[in-house]
């Protein structure tokens, strides 16, 4: 079973950062208590980001992180990355569920950690109304309503 859950050493040795809203939570207030969160990574490596409050339906990100320089492609996907966990560390915290759709390459891309997560695609629901959308925070405001059904239920 030790095999099977990794320790906080073990994920930073392998190049996981633990983010300091999500090992402590004496470092911010709780802002959300559900986010849904969807990440897109273009072949350009520009990075768009959308996040929905899911109880309020406010829009909380909805951001496209891109390279200053086109062609510049390691360095600035690295700061595009950097600036987009510090966004989401103003609105997640270790008590924030985080609502992603087959959102492990989003979490390993941003290098988080996050010990509260609901992945829409391993529990197979409302697949063709999330990727019906077009944009992002579409994509995130449909998994929010997905899981407001869910709690109703």
Known sequence: MDKLIPTPSAL??????LGPLTTTLSTAPK???IVALKLHKTA???LSLGAIDVQ??????????DAEIPG??????????EQARRDIYKYVN???I???YGGQDELKLLEIVH???IDLKVLGVGCVEILGRDKLVDQARAMGDIVNGLLQS
């Open 94 to 96: 270790a008590d924030t």
């Open 31 to 33: 802002t959300t208590a």
């Open 12 to 17: 930073q040795k392998h190049g996981y950062r």
């Open 56 to 65: 309020t339906g406010k829009v909380l990100l909805d951001e496209i992180y």
């Open 98 to 100: 985080l609502v992603v």
């Open 115 to 117: 010990g509260r997560i």
């Open 44 to 46: 350009s490596d520009m």
């Open 72 to 81: 510049t492609c390691c360095v600035d996907l690295n700061r595009c990355v």
